[in-house]
């Protein structure tokens, strides 16, 4: 992938995390950090996680890491080389990266320069082999936040990625209050005026989601392969439907509304 088509991947990642639908590079100048919870669900079922996107190009080790995150009750996808990253972040959003240094094409130090030019907040974890003082320096230098030394320790990894995330206070906010209504994603909870307003699971993650982004516009297309599945047979229509129901739901809750935009999807206002 060429210098300019890595901008213009990393540009529609700042689109996708301000709700801006714009193919001009200006956008990495505009871009509005949002360091709120990103929810991933492929069944109605399955709980709320955090995502983290791991960077690793040893295969064997990506697999570790990710299984292992993943049984901790996070939700995490490797990639082997940072253009992979790339195209991950092309439509997904991330709340942790953890990445190595030394990989083919791009290195861990440039994917971080980038990553950091247009997100000042996302947590980034190095994980490498290079033990040195420069290397540490130069890593924390362009914006990392923490830096491990392999072979990793698994259960140290666990602990400062849980560390990363209260500090960006994802994982201990998990309340979303939006005038009379608040969503207790612990409690998988919407309460109104002191009264719990009766959901089911797909309908408060689809809420929690709009409103831990608020004025961010999500395509029906994202939020079908978000709490569906990309596999699902399920029409797009299923994603108005639900849309519908919540809108009726919470007819009478002031402080924000579900708005839809034209051809692109929908997105949560406060009011």
């Known amino acids: 992938m060429g210098d300019l088509r890595k901008k213009e991947r990393i540009a529609h990642y700042c689109s996708l995390s301000n709700g801006i639908i714009n193919n001009s590079l200006t956008i990495l100048k505009q871009f509005n950090n949002n360091t709120g919870v990103v929810f991933a669900q492929h069944r109605e079922e399955t709980a709320i996680m955090i995502n983290i996107l791991v960077l690793e190009d040893d295969a064997k080790l990506n697999q570790l890491v990710c299984t292992y995150l993943n049984d901790s009750g996070f939700k995490a996808k490797g990639c082997l080389r940072a253009n992979d990253a790339y195209d991950e972040m092309y439509n997904n959003l991330y709340d942790l990266i953890i990445s190595d240094i030394m990989m083919p094409e791009v290195d861990g130090f440039e994917f971080a ?68 209504l608040e969503l207790d994603a612990d409690a998988m909870s919407a309460t109104a005026n002191g009264e719990e307003i009766p959901v089911t699971t ?70």
């Open 113 to 180: 320069e980038t990553i950091r030019g247009v997100n000042k907040h996302i947590p980034i974890l190095f994980m490498s082999a290079k033990d040195d003082l420069p290397s540490k320096q130069k890593g924390f230098k362009l914006g990392i936040d923490d830096y491990m030394v392999k072979p990793l320790e698994l259960d140290e990894l666990l602990l400062r990625v849980k560390a990363l995330l209260r500090r960006a206070n994802i994982e201990m906010d998990r309340k979303i209050s939006a005038g009379d």
């Open 202 to 271: 797909r309908e408060f993650n689809i809420l929690y989601k709009l409103l831990s982004y608020p004025n961010k516009t999500f395509s029906r297309a994202q939020l079908m392969d978000e709490f569906w599945g990309i596999e699902s047979e399920t029409t797009l229509r299923a994603v108005d439907v639900y849309v519908t129901k919540l809108r009726d739901k919470f007819s009478d809750c002031g402080g924000f509304k579900i708005v839809t935009v034209r051809g692109l999807g929908y997105k949560a206002v406060l009011q």
